[in-house]
């Protein structure tokens, strides 16, 4: 057998074997009518799901929604451990299954931009003078 039909049926096989062990992904679109009256921001593969392609599996929010459904136990409860309810973080655009994101906190890396931006200025001054 030459090269190139070994190289030919081994990736064949690899690609076979992947596609088979690939377990169907949940994230779609029709969940989403669960959360119509929140924010279009939240509305995200992210929202329950730990990366936007809603591969990864789900965050702490997503296996709530799974195991509980949406209503009164889900969005009572804080899935994410920080200190807001899900109620709470829905209603102010924030994702419930991520700790990072809270109701009222700036946008990451807004410290550093000022800083940078501080300095930026200092440099500035200190040439000028």
């Not at 690609?15 to 924010?39: G, H, I, N």
């Not at 899935?79 to 419930?96: I, R, V």
């Not at 994101?101 to 200190?126: N, Q």
Request: proline content about 5%; glycine content about 10%.
């Amino acid at each position: 057998m030459s090269v190139w039909k070994r190289w030919r049926n081994i990736t064949a096989v690899i690609l076979l074997v992947s596609l088979l062990l690939l377990t169907p992904v949940d994230a779609r679109p029709e969940y989403m009518k669960d959360f119509k009256e929140y924010s279009d921001s939240i509305k995200k593969c992210t929202l329950c799901h730990v990366q936007s392609s809603g591969y990864g599996g789900v965050n702490s929010f997503g296996a709530d929604y799974a195991k509980l459904g949406k209503g009164e136990k889900l969005l009572s409860k804080d899935s994410d451990g920080d200190g807001y309810t899900n109620q709470q973080e829905l209603s102010s655009g924030t994702f419930p299954g991520d700790p990072d994101s809270k109701p009222g906190k700036e946008a990451p890396g807004m410290e550093v931009l000022a800083a940078l931006f501080a300095i930026y200025l200092a440099m500035l001054i200190v040439r000028k003078v």
